[in-house]
């Protein structure tokens, strides 16, 4: 009898493995899956390996073996938000607040070009510590460098949204990190999930790529809400997703709380690929952070960018999100070396183009 349960046990395993075998492939054929297929693949272990490397095939055939590099300026740590889960929130009083002064910026991001970089990311906490006209003069001294331009600045007005575009920004990444409603409440106080989300519309209407993402692993989220996530940025029709784990920060109100998976990480950033073929996917930081070999294992599941730091001294260490970011002793010119050893090492090549999303499939 006991026999008999074990081999119906084992033949219920393989159909089941089999299915999710076919929604996999039904995926990397038709770009698409309900929120109970993207949940049924990423709650099931066995089929892990098999999801990546669709990814990875997806990946080479949209968007080709060449990996973007974007130098990453992180400019300010000073935040008025105050989410639980980052290490820049306002309250964080444990944290050496800096804010560069425009030349310094613009200083760094003249070095980053002179590293090769043909795309740059300025980011900072969230509000306004920088005025517009400042902000703007930034950008638009940045721009004369022949550079394409990421802002990652947080929620502003559309007036401001427009000015920066039309200052010569390109790009603007707002990270979602959920999109379930009462988790993001719970994460995000005196925010408003409908305020991000319009936000992200506002950025798209006026012409900018649009960049948004999630964070793995939040307290109390869910499977269905993760598989929400993705169906999110297929809706938005986004152009860059960045995906990563969470890792609490001593420093906040989640310091107690376990980390978030990196094989969760993948996974969801595995299907997005498969959902939006064509986009750009970071292998971002967070998922080296948790395996010494997180970033090659993401460009080989999905991933075609990596955003190494051009900040300079002691601005990596204090820009500090959460605890165990890699490289913050590391020099601009030793990140841009190690990163390129580590590209070619898999058969990818750099880029030496502005890492704009070349379109060629249509979101049915």
């Known amino acids: 009898m006991h026999g008999g349960s074990t081999e119906e046990f084992q033949r219920i395993r393989i159909i089941m493995k089999k299915d999710l075998l076919n929604l996999i492939d039904k995926a990397e054929k038709e770009h698409s899956l309900t929120q109970d297929e993207l949940a049924k693949i990423l709650e099931n272990k066995e089929i892990n390996q098999e999801l990546f490397n669709a990814a990875d095939r997806v990946r080479e055939k949209y968007v080709g073996n060449e990996v973007q590099l974007r130098g990453l300026v992180e400019f300010s740590n000073m935040c008025s938000k105050n989410c639980f889960y980052c290490g820049l ?25 002179s590293y090769g970089y ?19 003069h930034i950008i638009s001294e940045i721009k004369k460098l022949d550079v394409a331009i990421t802002l990652s600045i947080g929620e502003k007005t559309e007036e401001e949204y427009k000015l920066f575009k039309e200052a010569g920004a390109d790009r603007f990444l707002l990270r979602i990190e959920t999109t379930d409603r009462e988790l993001y409440k719970r994460m995000h106080p ?28 939040l307290p109390n989220q869910t499977i269905e809400s993760l598989a929400g996530d993705i169906l999110f940025f297929k809706e938005l029709e986004a152009d860059m997703i960045g995906i990563g784990p969470f890792i609490p920060n001593e420093d906040t109100p989640l310091a107690a709380e376990k980390s978030g998976t990196f094989e969760m990480s993948l996974k969801v950033m595995a299907l997005t690929r498969l ?34 730091n051009v900040t300079e001294g002691e601005y990596r260490a204090l820009y500090k999100l959460y605890p165990g970011k ?3 002793n590391d020099t601009p010119t030793h990140c841009r070396g190690c990163i390129t050893g580590k590209i070619h090492s898999i058969n990818r090549t750099v880029s030496k183009d502005y890492g704009f999303r070349k379109k060629n499939y249509t979101n049915q």
């Open 326 to 328: 890699i490289c913050i």
């Open 89 to 113: 929130r306002k309250d964080n009083k444990n944290l050496k607040r800096y804010k560069l002064k425009p030349e310094i910026i613009i200083d760094f991001a003249e070095k980053a070009v």
């Open 118 to 136: 043909k795309t740059l990311v300025l980011q900072s906490g969230e509000g306004d510590f920088y005025s517009t006209k400042e902000m703007s």
């Open 190 to 217: 005196e925010m408003s999930h409908e305020n991000r989300v319009n936000c992200l519309m506002t950025i798209k209407k006026l012409g900018y790529e649009v960049g948004t993402g999630s964070l793995i692993g």
């Open 275 to 308: 959902l939006l073929p064509d986009i750009n996917i970071p292998a971002t930081t967070a998922m080296e952070s948790l395996n010494p070999d997180g970033r090659i294992i993401a460009l080989q599941s999905g991933a075609n960018v990596v955003m190494p």
